[in-house]
């Protein structure tokens, strides 16, 4: 299941997609399970000749060379990097003038290679073994390109997932898939930080390309709308306890005026009849308790 995920999320559309894995970083434990299972999952979805099935191809020559020299770069490093190995594909299987370039893999590319330092757009795939989470999530951090539209990771456990999302920021994140979130049409799609900026699709793209425009009314003539005059200078001591009871009630988004106005008439009625100290105890329990009620309500 992972590598039909992998590899059919990689080579769609010769793996010219944004969201296409760009890097696959995976456990030693599990490495040689996964990369047999990749080359299965090649073979049985374009067969064990990519170039003879319905394998799309490159959209110029242009960059069907660029990725021709991509794997001509791994290939010559491989004499210096022992660890360094090209599981399924090459440069030799490629046909620059079809603009065919053959599904690749290569194992424990050589960190100074290309395939490490640019976005690759084609139908090859580096894959990093890492000794623990750690040094994956300190890879992630510290050594791919920025910040990653996208954050595939295969696990069992929901812990595994926000450990990693925690630790290594993305513009999204999906669990034991990869770019299936594009195809439900409700979630943004959008970058961060040096992936991107801004999100579109569905709601989003609305308010995108829109403008909130706020307006607040407030009515003019009676004493009670400012409280009289409490917000203004000068501030003597019972405007204090007032402005001070004030900032502590908690942010409702909407709140009917009428519900705010009967908060304050509780803490007047409490203020005449008990001064202002126990006026601002009272007033300030009265006020969360209308509040709540309101909530609840």
């Not at 450990?163 to 195809?183: E, F, K």
């Amino acid at each position: 299941n992972v590598a039909d995920r992998i590899v059919f999320t990689k080579l769609f559309n010769c793996g010219q997609t944004c969201v296409a894995p760009d890097t696959l970083i995976v456990h030693a434990k599990h490495v040689k399970d996964l990369s047999r299972s990749i080359v299965r999952a090649v073979q049985e979805q374009f067969s064990k000749d990519p170039s003879q099935s319905t394998m799309s191809r490159i959209v110029s020559k242009a960059h069907t060379q660029r990725l021709i020299d991509y794997l001509k770069e791994v290939e010559s490093l491989q004499s210096e990097h022992p660890d360094t190995e090209v599981i399924f594909g090459g440069a030799a299987t490629c046909n620059l003038e079809d603009k065919y370039v053959c599904p690749t893999f290569v194992l424990n590319p050589p960190s100074e290679c290309r395939l490490l330092k640019e976005e690759i757009f084609g139908p090859i795939l580096p894959i990093v073994v890492v000794p623990s989470r750690t040094a994956a999530i300190d890879f992630i951090q510290n050594k791919l390109r920025g910040t990653p539209l996208a954050l595939y990771i295969f696990t069992s456990t929901s812990k595994v997932f926000d450990i990693m999302t925690t630790a290594c920021p993305s513009a999204a994140a999906v669990r034991n898939d990869a770019m299936i979130h594009l195809s439900n049409p409700h979630l943004p799609l959008g970058g961060l930080d040096t992936s991107g900026m801004g999100q579109y699709q569905g709601l989003a793209s609305f308010e995108s390309f829109s403008h909130t425009f706020p307006t607040v009314y407030r009515p003019l003539g009676t004493w009670l709308a400012d409280l009289n005059n409490v917000r203004c200078q000068p501030y003597s001591a019972w405007k204090v306890v007032i402005l001070q009871l004030a900032a502590s009630i908690p942010d409702i988004p909407v709140m009917p005026w009428n519900a705010f106005a009967a908060i304050g008439v509780l803490g007047f009625a409490t203020a005449s009849s008990s001064g202002v100290a126990v006026w601002a105890r009272n007033a300030a329990a009265d006020g969360l308790d209308l509040m709540s009620a309101y909530l609840r309500s």
